[in-house]
């Protein structure tokens, strides 16, 4: 292919089959979490570039490198969504919800960030994600989670492995950096250039560092549950009373710090072993979100999935999606009488639920209209020439078996249901 027809870097076309496996996934999504009263929210693809850089944090990652930012005509900062959470708290905040009001809105779609592309990571990549707005409880981040595994075994992932930490509140994590800063810079002569620049500037970054080189050094660092006040731990604590109660299975990771800085409290990410070096599946956890121009932040929980990622695993399980039926019927038309009758007949099949394609003309013989017959996986070929126009009946030939028989025109639709039900309940034995 042509570098001009192919997608960008990081982005892709979606085709059959492969389209069948989001179709799932996305119904899933929809199933799923009404169960729990979340309702669904599509917010813009473009946001202002201030409200990502005040709601995710300046210092991340996301941030610093990886939006696709623009200018408008207009002269105005816009940026593709790199994540929906910010997107959805400008939206629930523009509700004005009255204090103790909660809003529990789940969504799905494009997010975009500029990253190396590699397996499971895309410029353009796909996020289910919820989000639960107005009630800070220790079970409300439980549920959340639990709605997640829900959500993992109704699109047949299995094996996935829950990761939780706390981070505490804004005063704990401003304990925690001084004893973080004094500990790496200690240790700081082994670490990556990285890690060297943020012992300065976000000592939370080298927690999420994956060079060999720092490991050691983030591996017997101080474990955040051990630095959070005893407010923090008992929240952290009840978080996993309430999974246990329910039957969950966690680890406890305690350098787990999320590369987004809304959060607060409990953090989590799913992963999946099936995955190569980007083994997280899903992450999430409790934040509080400021939106530019407002004094107080949005309070939330919440998660987002990615579809690539979840795809890779189940393609490792070998789980594969459904793939819609073949074709019902093809309609042979010979002349053009019969190409006007023959599209009349196949829009009224159609209304009956049945799959199938009519020859739209262009002088074609009749053994070019059945190849295409063929090629397009039909069950019947309905034939219809001059002679089966004259006298208003049908040829119809089961493409599998080569039987032939012939159908009042008027009698199509309720015969073609009958034998399409048929062979499907043959083909299923
Ligand atoms: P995140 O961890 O940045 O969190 O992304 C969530 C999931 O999106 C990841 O676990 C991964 O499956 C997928 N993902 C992220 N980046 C890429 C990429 N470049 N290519 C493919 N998949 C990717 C968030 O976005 C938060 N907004 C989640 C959240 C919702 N927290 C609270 N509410």
Redesign the pocket.
Known sequence: MSAPLKPLP?TSDIWPPEVYEWLELEDAARRVFPLYGYEELRTPVIERTELFVHG?GDQTE?VQK?MYTFEDRGGRSLTLR?????G?MRAVAGLGLSSGEERRVFYLGP?F?G?R?AA????Q???V???AVGRKSPAADAECILMLLHYLEAVRVRDARVLLNTRGTAEDRRVASEVYRKYFQARIDGMCEDCRRRAGTNVWRILDCKEPQCQEAIGAAPEMLGLVAGESRAFFREVLNVLEACGANYTVAPRLV???D??EHTVF??VHDGLGA?N????????RLFLPGQKAPVE???????????ILVRQALEVRAPVREDIDAYVVCLGAAALRVGLALSVKLRRCGLRVLCELGGDRSMKAQMRSANKAGARFALILGEREVADQVVTCKAMRTAEQTERPLAELPEWLTAAVATAASRNNK
């Open positions: 990081g995710i996301v990886e790199p994540e929906g959470t910010a959805v997010m960030r990253e592309p499971g990571r895309r410029r990549f796909h996020q994600g919820v989000e999320r590369g987004l809304y959060y990410e799913v980007q997280a599946v899903a992450g999430g956890g409790r934040y939330g929980v919440g998660f987002a999935a990615g579809l690539e990622r979840l």
